[in-house]
């Protein structure tokens, strides 16, 4: 077990010494870490090696200048400069809220970015303002569109948190796929099947076998076949890919740039890097921010009292298992399995710092 | 067969003959006609007959005085005033994209509205302005969040339509649940059996039984079970009843008012009505609107060119089979199952007018 200050440490030592500065390595730690408390591991400790190798292979700025190349009173487009991910999204969200303060709701389209971590941590960056956050990202095509075969969008997450009052904030944050990518790597590490409705083979026939994206297979999206609305997840990966990469002139679909330095550079550019969207609304643009967050309260109450079906303890409101596994993590620890630990200290090394 | 043109001009009869203004009875048929075009019959004329009975209960407002009673230069709270809800519902769009002309983007949450037909029509409002559209509704509680047997939620829909250049927008419009709730009722008539992750009795049992949700059973989520992404399916419902009727001071969840005046009006009210949210982006708050449609346009034939499944012939884009039906529709008239047109002569006949 790891404690949070050692991994947040020793996790802004590696950005600065790639040549980061401190205030960036100190933004890159801190989403990494969040991942890790939120029990998003996956997008965690486990990625560093992905973000070094980017680095070493020259495919990442760790110089970036970040600029508004377009804007109304409500929105702005963000151009990345090729950082790594976190520095153009924290500063494009920052700009979102910006705006909504003047303009009630911001809105800011980001282009010629990586790989951000988990799209939570932005979307939450907005209930210390009273304000609703918004965070959606493209991501590396893996998956297919109902009734094809071809890998044409990314996993492309959406996160919405909206703040309460004497509740905790409701934080919603998922992948438009059933299932996570990180969960299908770890099932075929294991050599486990996976129920079927996650992937499909390279002909489209339904698959249980998590490693057929090695030959010619795909992710299904949320729904998994038509018949259970497949096509429902396929617009709302569609929605998130065109407001990230049409809106900004990032990448769309299959064009997105590889994340991991072991996938060659796309032939093919129809915009700059990856692109995300990002969103703030001023609660009290709406209506009083204490009203409202009282309001939350009661949905949150209403939702919490719901029945739960037999055999379920409870029924959860979206943010309920992050903010479980954050008490958890920051009391007891955050777990690293022996892969990444070796990694770590391989990276640590090379660098010329420690890892124990 | 009925043409077009005849079921429009019955319907704005109908409500003038209830009372309404021509103005709001243009508009009311103009939306129940739109979801006739596009095929979405479940929310066309079959529905005339539930309007009717709220008005004959003295549940609607036919007189409504629609107003803005919060707004900052993005955004605007709208009190629907009981109206019909497509009245309502257009005033509100129409704001949001006057306020879109200023800010670059307009939201506008509406509280005390009815159900207003088909969340896409409004969205698509946006598309001759060079906007994206966004529309949202909250409904009737019939759907159970992850884990529970509690109905919380209504289908709640989500609709986002983009202008593209040469090729047609993309229009997407969908439930967030696997199958739209007429379809279940359609089943049910039938006597026949629906696929399992659709609905569940009501201790939380899978069940293929359609009418099961007249004795406690509740509709599922889009991803129909946790394993296969329900907790994304609620996120989503929720997402939407937060932001149409949290935003707007309108009843949430479980306390939205039944659309049909068979069903008793709800002892506990949390709010005014049924909520709904709308957005209009302007697209040259982003981007040249020129550059945006050429790229959208590149991104629909991108798509359009992903190779279909084995026994698929083509890869649809959102709002494909809505103008495929429109087009027939226009050409070959509307049908009418029987039971509709009968309920149709019937009021006719007590309004005084013709239905033949």
Redesign the interface.
Known sequence: MYQYKYLLDFTKNVFMKMGCSEHDSVIIADVFLAAELRGHSSHGMLRIRDYYELWRSGRINIKPVISIV??????A?VDGDNSVGMIAARRSMEIAIEKAE????G?V?TRNSNHFGIAGYYAMMALEHDMIGICLTNANPLV???????R?MGTNP?A?A?PASKQPP?V?D??????ARGKLAVSEKKGEKV?F?FV?DK???PSDDPAILKSGGSMLT???DR???S??????S??V??FSA????AN???FVPPSVAYLPVLDKK??EGTGHFFGA??ID???SAGD?KS??D??IE??RS???????????I?GDPEREAEIINRRDGIPLVPAVREDLVSIAAKLGINFY
């Open positions: 377009h804007e109304s009173p409500s929105t487009v003047k303009a009630g709701t809105w389209a297919a569109p109902t009734f094809s075969i071809s044409m959406i919405v909206v409701f919603a998922f992948a438009t796929t059933p299932v129920p409705g499909q002909n489209g026939q949320l729904g998994g018949v259970h609305g096509h429902k997840g396929y617009c709302l569609a929605i890919d065109i049409v809106f900004s002139g769309f679909g299959p129809v915009g609304m001023r643009a709406f209506q409202f309001k939350m009661e949905w209403t939702f719901a029945k739960p079906a037999d055999g379920q303890e409870k029924v959860l979206p």
